[in-house]
């Protein structure tokens, strides 16, 4: 408390800060400084006694020598919150106000909307569902049930969070928790994309990648299990399930097996239209809007030929719909390689006996469908005597029933 002084002048000037002024008006004390100090106007305090009003011009001199007129450009209130917010700074990865600003504006600003993730995912939902309307490339019902289940499992444990407000930390423990899946990891990415896109947030806050695990030679048949995979599809392409629908998946298998189709966005779609068994080329269309940009034509080697020619039914659709996985899974266990059995093993088992018969990895990436060979490891097995078990594969002759 400063002591008080008995008689104070009316007017009292303070050298380098301004006057202390009585106003009889008020019964208070105006310190003017001239100045805008923190503000629009100009600097006038107004105080109960004369001493604390030359108190406070003592504080503001001792400023001004100091700091200058910029340190009055925050007020009191929001200098206590700035030396606060300064303290919290020291534990974050901030090396200023400013910086910690930015990202605060980035990420939480007021134009951000409050989106949560599983309003995310319908708006992303509804956009696939306009695409497939429109049957563009990547909105196939194969694809849209993919992202179903992965961003199912996303609703699950993130629905209610703010879009804004997830981040790769938050997704780490579930990304391991699923076994690193690349596909759920995928997934994710393509749903925040279309979130950055969409301006709900102004980046993807996924950055890891998938972990590479080691790669290993793909599954492909024994010769023994495609020959008896073959004839089973052969010799029980009429076996009658309770319904009356026949197993017919003769042509499923030898096209599988001897041009290597893709089993769901290509074999199921097929048409036998689309196969050409009396041309000069004998080969098989495959349409560019199914799995790749581009169409292709996949050769037909001379045994798939003599086999197909053996099918029950050369119209209409290669895969008759109607219980097809029943009547797989039923064929599978007939021909004893249902253990062996994988999505893609027709595909690699083709993959694998065209590189031991012709040696030439251009020519099995046109014929799969891939712009180069970089993908190919994925695809071919070329383990022991693959050259001589290849030159068997594409020279099999069925025996006659």
Do not use: C, P
């Given at each position: 408390m400063p002591k008080k002084d008995r008689n104070p002048p009316k007017t009292s000037k303070v050298q380098g800060v301004g006057t202390i002024r009585y106003k009889k008006d008020r019964d208070n004390w105006e310190l003017d400084v001239g100045l805008k100090l923190g503000g629009t106007k100009k600097h006038r305090p107004r105080f109960s006694t004369f001493e604390e009003a030359k108190l406070e011009a003592e504080r503001i001199k001792h400023k001004l020598?100091?700091?200058?007129?910029?340190?009055?450009?925050?007020?009191?209130?929001?200098?206590?919150?700035?030396?606060?917010?300064?303290?919290?700074?020291?534990?974050?990865?901030?090396?200023?106000?400013v910086e910690a600003l930015n990202f605060a504006q980035k990420y939480a600003g007021e134009n951000l909307p409050d989106t949560t993730i599983s309003e995310l995912i319908v708006k992303f939902r509804e956009k696939k569902e306009e695409e497939k309307a429109q049957e563009l490339r990547g909105a196939s019902d194969a694809t849209l049930q993919e992202y179903k289940y992965r961003h199912g499992i996303l609703d699950d444990h993130f629905g209610e969070m703010l879009v804004r407000d997830f981040t790769e930390k938050d997704f780490k423990p579930l990304f391991s928790k699923m076994g690193f899946s690349p596909q759920l990891l995928s997934k994710t990415k393509t749903l925040l994309n279309f979130a950055v896109k969409e301006g709900i947030i102004p980046e993807n806050p996924?950055?890891?990648?998938?972990p590479k695990k080691k790669t290993k030679p793909p599954k492909v048949f024994s010769d023994s299990e495609w020959r008896k995979l073959?004839?089973?599809?052969?010799?029980?392409?009429n076996h009658k399930f309770s319904k009356g629908v026949a197993v017919d998946l003769l042509a499923y298998v030898v096209l599988g097996l001897w041009c290597g189709l893709r089993p769901k966005g290509?074999?199921?779609?097929?048409?036998?239209?689309?196969?050409?068994?009396?041309?000069?080329?004998?080969?098989v269309y495959i349409h560019a809007d199914w799995k790749v940009k581009h169409a292709r034509w996949v050769d037909i080697p001379e045994c798939a030929v003599t086999l197909l020619k053996q099918c029950i039914n050369q119209k209409g659709a290669i895969v008759n719909p109607k219980n097809f996985r029943r009547r797989l899974d039923w064929l599978k266990?007939?021909?004893?390689v249902k253990d062996a059995w994988s999505p893609d093993i027709m595909r690699h088992t083709y993959?694998?006996?065209?590189?031991?018969?012709?040696?030439?990895?251009?020519?099995?990436?046109n014929q799969l469908g891939h712009v180069g060979q970089g993908v190919l490891d994925h695809y071919m097995n070329t383990g022991k005597n693959m050259k001589k078990r290849a030159k068997e594969f594409f020279s099999f002759t069925a025996p006659l029933p």
């Open positions: 020598r100091n700091q200058g007129t910029s340190g009055f450009k925050l007020t009191r209130e929001q200098q206590v919150d700035a030396e606060a917010a300064l303290s919290i700074l020291e534990n974050t990865k901030f090396s200023s106000l996924i950055k890891i990648e998938a073959v004839l089973t599809a052969l010799h029980h392409q290509e074999l199921e779609r097929l048409d036998w239209s689309d196969v050409h068994l009396d041309d000069d080329n004998l080969q266990e007939e021909a004893g993959a694998s006996m065209h590189y031991g018969f012709h040696g030439d990895k251009n020519a099995i990436a």
